[in-house]
């Protein structure tokens, strides 16, 4: 029993689930799925991918989580409870997935692994927060991670920018527009930084100041390496500033021990420290550190008598530097500790000891030394920023190793109100000492002890470096013998501040003896209080100081002995009568020097400070001591702000008249110390000491006052730095004030109220006042204003608590109304103006509403005067944003109607005037130097787009109704319409939010399109009847187009979650608005005309939209178009050609598909069915509909990868539309164009000559000017057409046409003629000329041609159910061009049979090719007859201009003769005749018409023979006319073929065939063809014999032997001949009988005439073809040659061809050496033995060419000795028929070896190395003709090719 779930509702799959049961879900692991109902063990619901489709899971397959449910029942909605950003983590990585793996597909490697790597963080990250085990801080810690790279991974994958505010995603209805615009801008800020790696937060908006950053360096000693001294170390390191000259950090002492590590063996890997409190200007300082190495042992390190052993003495050593800006930048990058060596250098000199660091960093080299070249310290550094308890908090690690702190000599620059300190830092510095009657000089150590005012030593106040502990007493290194030393050396005093004050240093000089005993004789003194009789502290400063003589006797018991005495020369002067019977004596030749460096935070240095604490012990000198407090430090101030805040109030109220104005001024002088950012964080220790401290009930009406007096006396004065100052502490001044009265107030129990009340009104009216003076003339009267407005805000919080809300509102308005307006003030004075109200939006007060009803006309007033004058626009921008911002949240006040209200009548207008103003600017990009700069306009733009958007999104019914019914006139509601029209158009137009902002464009198109509901029955009601305007109308519409069109709505595009998100949201918007454009277009009525045409093309990209219901909407506008049309005009000639037009760029731009053509033609024709003008309609319709499939195959062409042969295809195919069917002449021009180009692209020369010869033939030799038009510049149509016959010519020059560039030639050269234009008619004919010899001079390759059928509804419109004749490439042969064309239709099967295919195949879903070989069928018959005509000539006339081609297919009619097939064997033939002759505009063309002939037997082998008799003649005649010159080769070969094969038994098959007696009488209507076919057979033999006896002229002696064979073997044939042609001797009387000798055989066989040569013969097509196509047979012909290439795929049968066609072949030629010879046909089974074709027969007249290309062995072949090979046909660039028997493996091709001796031996041969030839193709290929009058030059590589190959061959052959 399914039961509801109540708690079980949403869950997440642990395990995949296939289905498997009746009614299962489909589910992946990770999915999320709804439950909804249960029954035992097994839930049904739904997945959130797929919320469509219900179905039952298990249970245990399902983790539960919490979740919320709304709604509960059938459409409830369930949300899961859980951190919202935990739930962003999960959505995006499982949008992340499918888009991850498509880096790795697109080769985005890098970005791949870098995305892995963050999605593995995200799902830790995840985890952590799923756990529960973080503190607060942690859990924001881990968000602000996850939200950083959840936004990287969103940029670098190009999806949406998600808006966030505290790491959380913002809901876009809870926050105004403008608050999502600048959280939009915040997250992009944040990614931005986030990509670069920076880790600093972007201020917040409305921040004011923003604190500075300390910095602190770490640093840690790794180790002393290759330390030799051999004794005790200390190392002393500190921060040094170069330009400065001194040390601004304490020192960090580290004691090593003789070994180089520690002295205290717990300090292993601890000897670290951290430099503090480093500003950025330090950063920026020439700082290094600089490590000082001070040694503890013996006076001199390599001598062991200076001094006893048990005696250690501090002894300087070494000293090494680092500069931190060298490594600054290497630190800042790598965020962690980096390693560092500092060489240490030693000093040359001990004197200069304390200069060292100064001479290694100045590169002081005489000055200094290197022990050795690898003494050094490593130490590593690391850059930490931040304040204390951040460093703390992020690395925790280093505290824990027993941190060093050491501290910067001095205070920072922000000192921190709780930082207690109380350090005083001396230095010793230097000496100068009498030598005391000794020979050398002293070794002198200074010892030093800190004493208490009984003269007891004080213990544990010196430091010498941080790092170690403190103690009682320091020694001084020591200088060997010095009597002068300069030690340098700072040693710190924190003593307590109780034992301050009667503290004295004590310093004992004492010489250090290097004798035996070595004692250290103490011979003077010196001291030095810390604190003077006055209580201020020692100065810092350099100080003097006495030395005293003593001795080792002298006793320090009695300290008062000495402290009697003067210490150094001030306190001489101040005691100057000193008895001179003291113990100790002056040594007056003698002085010490010491400086100090208080840092105390309750000590003072300051003498006026001290005396204004102490003011009643002087209380005449109070007037001096408040003025001198201005010349106190600020950290003297801060130290004891209250103390002295408490003294000024005490003051103040011991005389108010006297010392007022006085305490006012250090009031006002201390509250704008505070305002330094140095001290900023006093404020509130400030705050405090007025909430908690301040005691002054009176002091509020002093104050007023004197504040009020400064007011009053601001436009009299001409100095006003003190009003300026005073002006800056209102703040502060107002809260003593508030705090005084409310102290008062509880005192006297609320007494003089009123009193109070009238003194700030009358303080307000001289606020007024000063801000209403003009201070155009006055600059210090501009600074007070200035000051005054810049404080004013802070002041309202302190007021409220005395006045009311309304009451505090009225002030501030009365002021902010009393400033002038902005056209009498300065542009300045209007910054600090608007930045006063912008602070006054953002305070607490204005958040009443009590507060808004008052000020918000007097803030909208002067905002919406700077708009006018365009003035301010970003601030302007920020305080209307803060207004809607606080509008947006108050929305659910009822105030808040009444402030929309009033912000539209205000602002609407002006706003959409600013945005107008701002993109026209934008749009044309006019920002120059000395304006804003483009992103500063971008940035307004966006502001003030969401300032707009903000308010109309506020605006409902009511107030919509209001604005339009306050209009006065149309015409002022025209131009608000077109004003806001406009606007709303150049935001979709200028893509102000950029692409990702998919959240804002989404909310703008909805408010756009809520106002364009609003705005439209306005139009309608206004503008329609006779009130039309066309321009307000248009605007809308183009409007409404560009609004269905924004591709942010275009949701096909995106993902399935994201459309759902959005329609759940929006719905679909473009719907919306399809539907408010369709009823607009409705009630127009009969001025629907007036936007015909001009609408047609922006609807038909609506409606190209794939949206379906908006294209249901839509599309019927046509048919109204067309209907209004029709009655205006009787047609719609307009509507047909721009939807033609539109059509055409439209669906070439990408939109479009087959559905909306079928739903065009569908609507179209349902609506035009019902019209009386029906025929013309249905016309129109179909017509677009078959010029959108064409459109639509030309898109896929071009879109795609697709090769050049479709391309050309598709846009022959659209070109030829336009012209025939629906006559576009510019369209039909334009696709000329782009056909010309893909040729010239393709390289196909000729097809692009006769492409652009169209657009030439539409022109006329006429003066008609012609506008500008694609790349053709405005001018003459003789000149566009002289200049487009120029390129023709020169194309069909590249394309080698020579032949048709002639005509064209010589039309130029007519023009150039008639106008005497004698220098271009030179030209053109001196081309003409070298066209003529290119002719007779370079080499022209016979393309082969293909049949190729398209068959299948797979294949695009123009080809499907087609057959075409294809032109091939050069050397391209049946087998390339068969795998070219499955390259450009991988889909396609290739037939394996030339049979026509049944409906089935025409029908099905799918792609089939059909493709063979044909021969084209010459129409230049003429030309071809004439035996003069040069082969060259005739071989271009029998490939160009051809329209028809042939293909024959043999076959069997009626019972074979297995003796002789041929009996029986008919040819098929069937010719083709194409749409247009080859080649054209296309390399392939369309059949036109098939013709099916058959050709009986005996037909066929007249053919055959006629056709070789033909080929004879012309070869005979071109070597007696010496056409041919010395290469006799062909005519070699020719007669090889034909004679060798008729010895063999090919005449003898035809005889016994149809010269049979049973033959004659059962066919007795073929007599005449067999007397036809004997006069032929005789007409051969008295060919051969003249053939023979020409070859006897012109053969080579080397060759005679081959001549030889040749007349046995011709006698052997006429011996075979005799008996069927008795008079056959009587023709060759010469030849007959064996009486008359070889030698003379052919002296009958003189050189004939071309006429003697001519016998009876007919003159067809058939006989032309073989013309000069040399066969090897005599009965071959090649006018069948190329019939039958067809090409198989696979094994299965061979059509109707008999089985055993190839024994008939050997029948005809029954030597062994001709077994299995084939020719031209390329194969690519291999799995059938295909029969051969006979000699009597054409090769391709059968359809068993469809043949195996499996090689078979050269030797086992062919058995003729080598002389017969040198006979080959010579390289050809097609074959002529199948007859070369002697030379022929399969395909019609000879063996490499024989093909490398032939080139050898009869000379140079095309190479067969073309690149698209397959390898059977290079091994196989056909023979190429060889230059009848000069071999083709080679190139060099070519030469040694062939040499190689001979040279091989040769070999192999031997």
């Known amino acids: ?261 520690p002295r205290n063996p717990e300090k292993i890997e601890r000897m670290c420290a951290l430099f503090t409190d480093l500003s950025s200007k330090d950063m920026k300082r020439d700082l290094y550190i600089v490590a000082h190495v001070i040694r503890i042992g013996r006076m001199l390190l390599n001598d062991s008598k200076k001094g006893p052993p048990h005696l250690h003495y501090r002894r300087p050593y070494g000293c090494a530097v680092l500069s931190i800006l060298d490594v600054l930048q290497s630190l800042t990058e790598v965020k962690e500790e980096k390693d560092f060596v500092l060489k240490v250098y030693t000093c040359n000199n001990e004197s200069e000891w304390s200069q060292i660091h100064e001479n290694i960093i100045r590169k002081s080299s005489a000055k200094y030394s290197a022990p050795s070249a690898s003494h050094g310290l490593i130490i590593s550094l690391q850059l930490l920023r931040g304040d204390m308890e951040q460093i703390r908090r992020e690395n925790p690690m280093i505290f824990n190793r027993g941190l060093a702190i050491t501290r910067k000599l001095g205070f920072p620059d922000v000192i921190m109100p709780g930082d207690i300190r109380n350090d005083l830092y001396l230095t010793l510095e230097k000496g100068d000492f009498e030598r005391g009657g000794k020979s050398v000089q002293k070794n002198i150590e200074v010892t030093m002890y800190v004493l208490y005012a009984d003269g007891e030593i004080l213990k544990d106040c010196i430091s010498l470096g941080s790092g170690e502990p403190n103690r009682s007493s320091y020694h001084s290194f020591v200088l060997y013998h010095s009597n002068s030393p300069r030690w340098g050396e700072i040693i710190k005093l924190p003593i307590p501040i109780d034992r301050f004050r009667g503290s004295h240093l004590r310093f004992e000089f004492r010489h250090c003896s290097t004798k035996d005993k070595g004692e250290k004789k103490l011979f003077g003194f010196a001291f030095s209080t810390l604190m003077r009789d006055d209580g201020t502290t020692l100065s810092d400063d350099i100080h003097e100081l006495y030395v005293y003589k003593c001795d080792e006797n002298s006793t320090f018991n009695n300290h008062a002995l000495y402290l009697g005495l003067p210490c150094c020369k001030e306190d001489y002067n101040g005691c100057p009568n000193i008895p001179s019977s003291l113990i100790f004596q002056r040594s007056t030749k003698e002085s010490f020097f010491i400086s100090t460096q208080l840092s105390s935070t309750k000590l003072t240095q300051n003498v006026d400070l001290l005396a204004l604490l102490k003011w009643k012990a002087f209380p005449d000198r109070i007037m001096d001591v408040l003025g001198r407090l201005r010349h106190v430090s600020g950290e003297e101030i801060v130290k004891f702000l209250q103390d002295i805040l408490d003294t000024l109030f005490v003051i103040l109220d011991d005389n108010t008249e006297k010392y007022g104005l006085l305490v006012f001024q250090s009031l006002v002088f201390i509250i704008n110390l505070l305002r330094d950012i140095k001290y900023f964080h006093f404020r509130p220790v400030m705050d405090t000491y007025i909430q908690k401290h301040f005691a002054g009930a009176l002091a509020y009406k002093e104050l007023i006052r004197c504040l009020k007096w400064y007011m009053d006396c601001s436009a009299e004065l001409i100095r006003q730095d003190h009003i300026q100052e005073a002006m800056r502490a209102l703040e502060y001044l107002f809260k003593f004030i508030v705090q005084s009265r409310i102290l008062y107030s509880r005192a006297t129990c609320g007494m003089e109220e009123e009193q109070f009340r009238s003194s700030i009104q009358e303080l307000f009216q001289s606020i007024r006042f000063v801000l209403s003076l003009d201070s155009r003339n006055s600059e210090t009267l501009l600074f007070t ?192 319409l077109l004003k806001i029209f406009c606007v709303f158009r150049n935001l979709m137009k200028m893509s102000v939010f950029p692409r990702d902002w998919m959240v804002m464009r989404l909310l703008t198109s909805n408010i756009i399109v809520t106002t364009v509901q609003y705005l439209s029955s306005a139009l309608h009601k206004n503008f329609t009847e006779t009130d039309f305007d066309f321009k307000v109308w248009n605007s809308y519409f183009s409007l409404a187009v560009l609004f269905i069109n924004q591709p942010s709505l275009q949701l096909e595009i995106i993902t399935s979650a994201k459309r759902k998100k959005i329609l759940d949201k929006y719905g679909d918007m473009r719907v919306m608005m399809a539907y408010e454009l369709f009823s607009m277009w409705q009630n127009l009525g009969e001025h629907k005309i007036h936007f015909i045409p001009g609408m047609i093309g922006p609807f038909l990209g609506v409606t190209l939209v794939p949206q379906p219901e908006v294209r249901n909407i839509m599309i019927p506008i046509f048919h109204d178009m067309m209907d209004w049309e029709q009655r205006k005009n009787g047609n719609f000639k307009q509507v047909e050609a721009e939807l033609i037009d539109k059509l055409d760029s439209m669906v070439s731009e990408g939109k479009g598909d087959e559905s909306y053509r079928e739903l065009f033609s569908l609507l179209l024709l349902e609506k035009v069915e019902q019209e009386t003008w029906r025929e013309t309609g249905i016309s129109f319709v179909t017509s677009v509909t078959r010029l959108m499939e064409r459109l639509l195959d030309y898109r896929d062409c071009m879109k795609g990868e697709e090769t050049e042969n479709k391309k050309i295809g598709c846009t022959v195919n659209l070109m030829n539309f336009y012209k025939s069917e629906i006559n576009k002449e510019e369209m039909y021009i334009r696709y000329i164009h782009k056909l010309c180009d893909m040729h010239l692209q393709a390289e196909n020369y000729t097809e692009a000559a006769f492409t652009l010869l169209l657009y030439c033939e539409l022109l006329q030799w006429e003066d008609r000017p012609l506008r500008e038009f694609l790349h053709y510049p405005s001018q003459t149509e003789w000149q566009r057409k002289e200049g487009l016959c120029r390129k023709i010519i020169h194309y069909f020059n590249k394309g080698k046409s020579w032949e048709f560039g002639i005509p064209l030639c010589r039309e130029l050269a007519c023009q150039y003629e008639s106008l005497y234009d004698y220098q271009s008619l030179s030209w053109i004919r001196k081309m003409e000329a070298s066209y003529y010899d290119n002719i007779m001079e370079q080499q022209r390759l016979e393309p082969e041609f293909f049949r190729v059928g398209f068959y299948g509804r797979k294949f695009p419109f123009f080809l499907r159910n087609k057959e075409y004749v294809c032109r091939g490439h050069d050397y391209e042969r049946l087998e390339a061009f068969q795998q070219r064309m499955l390259s450009e239709f991988p889909q396609a099967v290739a037939m394996q049979h030339p049979n026509h295919p049944d409906d089935a195949i025409l029908q099905c879903d799918a792609q089939y090719l059909q493709i063979y070989a044909v021969t084209p069928i010459p129409d230049y018959v003429d030309v071809l007859q004439m035996d003069r005509v040069p082969d060259r000539v005739k071989s271009f006339y029998r490939v160009n201009n051809v329209r028809k081609f042939r293909y024959d297919r043999p076959f069997h009619k009626g019972p074979k003769d297995k003796e002789n097939e041929f009996k029986s064997l008919w040819i098929e033939r069937t010719t083709l005749t194409l749409t247009h002759s080859l080649p054209g505009i296309s390399r392939w063309f369309e059949v036109e018409r098939r013709e099916l002939v058959e050709v009986s037997p005996l037909e066929n082998a007249i053919q055959v023979v006629e056709n070789k008799n033909q080929e004879l003649r012309s070869l005979i005649s071109q070597y007696q006319h010496k056409q041919v010159h010395g290469n006799i080769n062909l005519l070699s070969m020719c007669l090889n073929g034909v004679i060798d094969a008729a010895v063999n038994g090919g005449i003898a098959r035809y005889q016994e065939a149809f010269f049979d007696k049973d033959y004659i009488n059962k066919h007795p209507g073929d007599a005449e063809k067999i007397t036809q076919l004997k006069e032929l057979m005789q007409e051969q033999v008295h060919v051969l014999g003249v053939g023979l006896a020409v070859h006897e002229k012109f053969v080579h002696p080397e060759m005679r032997p081959l001549h030889k064979k040749l007349i046995d073997q011709f006698q052997m044939m006429r011996a075979s001949l005799y008996h069927e042609f008795p008079g056959l001797d009587k023709l060759s009387p010469a030849c007959s009988g064996t009486s008359t000798p070889r030698g003379n055989v052919l002296a009958s066989h003189s050189p004939m005439s071309p006429e003697s040569i001519k016998m009876t013969h007919r003159h067809s097509p058939m006989n032309l073809m073989g013309t000069g196509r040399h066969s090897s047979s005599s009965l071959s012909s090649h006018a069948s040659s190329e019939a039958g290439n067809m090409v198989m795929l696979g094994d299965g049968s061979m059509g109707d061809a008999p089985e055993d066609l190839y024994h008939h072949m050997q029948l005809a030629y029954p030597n062994p050496r001709y077994q299995g010879s084939v020719t031209n046909v390329s194969v690519l089974s291999s799995s059938q033995a295909s029969p051969s074709s006979s000699s009597l027969s054409s090769t391709h007249s059968a359809p068993s060419q469809m043949i195996t290309s499996a090689p078979s062995s050269a030797r086992d072949k062919y058995r003729h000795a080598r002389e017969m090979m040198l006979l080959l046909p010579t390289y050809r660039d097609r074959p002529s028929s199948a007859m070369y028997p002697a030379a022929i493996l399969e395909n019609g091709q000879p063996p490499n070896f024989q093909r490398a001796l032939f080139q050898q031996v009869v000379g140079a041969c095309k190479p067969c190395s073309d690149p698209n030839l397959s390898v059977a193709e290079k091994v196989s290929s056909p023979p190429y003709p060889s230059l009848p009058h000069k071999p083709p030059v080679r190139s060099g590589r070519q030469q040694l090719y062939a040499v190689r190959q001979c040279q091989q061959r040769r070999v192999l052959l031997e």
Request: hydrophobic share 40%; aromatic share 8%; charged share 25%.
């Open 785 to 976: 204003q200035a000051a005054l407005l810049n404080s004013f805000p802070t002041i309202f919080d302190e007021l409220l608590q005395m006045f009311t809300v309304q009451e505090v509102a009225e002030f501030v308005r009365g002021t902010l109304g009393s400033m002038p307006s902005t056209v009498h003030i300065g542009q300045s004075m209007d910054v600090v103006k608007l930045q006063s109200i912008a602070r006054t939006v953002d305070s607490r007060l204005f958040s009443f509403s009590e507060s808004r009803r008052i000020l918000l006309p007097v803030v909208l007033h002067h905002i919406h005067l700077h708009l006018r004058q365009q003035k301010e626009l970003l601030i302007c921008s920020g305080i209307l944003g803060s207004i809607f911002s606080i509008v947006k949240t108050s929305s659910l006040e009822a105030d808040v109607m009444e402030e929309v209200e009033m912000m539209v009548e205000s602002l609407l207008d002006v706003l959409l005037q600013t945005l107008l103003t701002i993109m026209s600017k934008s749009h044309a990009q006019e920002a120059v130097r000395g304006q804003r700069c483009p992103q500063c306009t971008a940035e307004i733009t966006g502001e003030y787009v969401s300032c707009l958007l903000s308010l109309l999104r506020q605006m409902c019914d009511t107030h919509f109704q209001h604005l339009l019914d306050n209009f006065q006139s149309k015409d002022e509601l025209k131009e608000f």
């Open 1 to 261: 029993m399914w039961t509801p779930t109540e708690e079980e509702k949403y869950g997440v799959v642990i395990c995949s689930f296939r289905g498997s049961v009746p009614q299962g879900l489909v589910l992946e692991i990770g999915e999320t799925v709804q439950i909804l109902e249960k029954c035992e063990g097994w839930y049904r619901g739904v997945s959130t991918k797929k919320p469509n489709v219900k179905g039952i899971f298990p249970a245990n397959y399902i983790h539960l989580k919490k979740a919320i449910v709304s709604n509960r029942g059938q459409y409830e909605t369930v949300v899961p409870l859980e951190d919202s950003i935990v739930t962003e983590v999960t959505a995006t990585l499982q949008e992340w997935a499918s888009l991850w793996k498509q880096l790795y597909v697109k080769h985005k490697v890098d970005l791949f692994y870098k995305l892995r790597h963050v999605m593995n963080e995200l799902i830790d990250l995840r985890r952590q927060l799923l756990s529960g085990h973080l503190t607060q801080d942690q859990v924001r810690e881990v968000k602000r991670h996850i939200t950083v790279r959840l936004d990287w991974g969103n940029e670098h994958l190009g999806l949406d920018l998600v808006p966030r505010k505290d790491f959380e995603v913002v809901d876009s209805d809870q926050i105004s527009v403008s608050d999502l615009y600048k959280m939009h801008l915040s997250s992009r800020q944040s990614v931005q930084q986030s990509t670069s790696q920076v880790d600093t937060m972007r201020p917040r908006h409305g921040e004011t100041c923003r604190m500075p950053v300390p910095h602190h360096f770490f640093l840690s000693l790794k180790s002393f390496t290759y330390n030799t001294i051999g004794e005790d170390t200390d190392v002393f390191f500190s921060l040094y500033d170069m330009r400065e000259g001194k040390q601004i950090s304490e020192r960090f002492l580290v004691r090593l021990n003789k070994n180089g590590g």
